[in-house]
């Protein structure tokens, strides 16, 4: 019943940027948070970072902070993936899911029930 559609991915240059986008026809609850993760050809799927939804604070991976930032729009049902300063290390697919745990556990991927079919980020080198 949940759907959830990621979009924006593309190629891009090392050094520059793309926003992904995460959008659900349906009203997000306050008390979830919507999560980000990337898989690349050959690797696990991995955590990016999220965004609880009712606070808008966002939590991000060692390997992306500082780089990416997460925001919301609660209107639109849409969590926004600012990627600057891309590295071909970033080149996955992305996913966004849905998750309704505390933010310790933001970052497993067991208590994402709910994923988009991701889209595709590729940086060149």
């Known amino acids: 019943q949940v759907q959830l559609v990621e979009s924006g991915g593309g190629l891009v240059q090392a050094g520059g940027s793309l926003r992904l986008s995460c959008a659900t026809s349906?009203?997000?609850?306050?008390?979830?948070?919507m999560g980000w993760f990337r898989q690349a050809p050959g690797k696990e799927r991995v955590y990016v970072g999220a965004?609880?939804?009712?606070?808008?604070?966002?939590y991000y991976a060692d390997s992306v902070k500082g780089r990416f930032t997460m925001s919301r729009d609660v209107a639109k049902n849409t969590v926004y993936l600012q990627m600057n300063s891309l590295k071909p290390e970033d080149t996955a697919v992305y996913y966004c899911?849905?998750?309704?745990?505390?933010?310790?556990?933001?970052?497993?991927?067991?208590?994402?029930?709910?994923w988009g079919q991701g889209t595709q980020v590729t940086v060149s080198s």
């Open positions: 349906r009203r997000i609850a306050a008390d979830y948070a």
């Open positions: 899911g849905l998750t309704y745990v505390s933010s310790a556990n933001y970052s497993e991927r067991r208590f994402y029930p709910y």
């Open positions: 965004i609880n939804w009712s606070s808008g604070s966002g």
